[in-house]
């Protein structure tokens, strides 16, 4: 192989490497706001709360108890990735309260009061919903600038990688733009305006921070990703 070809190939290894790299941070499971053991309850949920409930089949909705423990057990011990960890005391407390919903349907279910029984039903499907709010962003404009924020700001800034905090800073404003176009949909009408308010001042932080890393200067990067960071904690303490 000539001195060419190596270069040719080695480039080529290089970009593969790079895209590579790039595919596994994007799918890295701290940087993605999802648990898995939350997923996979609805196995059983499903076929509780859309055939079983709405037909009144108790003997059913008794036959699920143990499918129940035995996925409900994973979820109690589930570690929040940790692009979620500002979520980890409404986590623990919906926990709590999704627990308490799975021993209420198991003693429900032990009984013979079947109006009792879908009670227990009811709750314990609004006690998995209310986990998967805690976990899942509003919209999912505002969840995809959380997860290009992240690195930058719990890695390139506390690092000092200026280079990768500049090449992060023009999506960071594409995705907080994108962010300030959306309407919200109708059950969160009453907070247009302070969502409107907050979308445009994160978007001005995100414009500051991008005009630090063209310029290359690396306090206002800093200042600027700490701003960004402020701005979007502002925006997301709308909705809770």
Known sequence: MNRK???????????????????????????TASVPELSAFHEVIQPIWHTAYPAKDYAALRGYVAKIQELAAPVYAAKLPAILHEKEA???EGLEAFRKAVDDYAKAAAGTDDA?????AETLHTRY??????????LAEIGAFHQALYP????YAAEK????????????????EAVAKVTLPARQAGKAEAFKTAAAALVEAAKALAAAAD????DGMLKGVETVHEKYQALEAIFN
Do not use: C, N
């Open 116 to 120: 009792a029984l879908l009670t227990a």
């Open 152 to 155: 930058v700001v719990h890695t």
């Open 90 to 92: 409404k986590w623990k």
């Open 161 to 176: 990688q200026y280079d990768k905090i500049r090449g992060a800073a023009a999506d960071l404003q594409t995705k907080a």
């Open 215 to 218: 310029g290359h200067d690396h």
């Open 5 to 31: 070809m190596r270069f040719i190939v080695s480039a080529a290894l290089a970009v593969i490497g790079l895209a590579g790299l790039a595919a596994a941070q994007e799918k890295s499971p701290e940087t």
């Open 129 to 138: 919903e209310g986990l998967g709010r805690v976990i899942r962003p509003v």
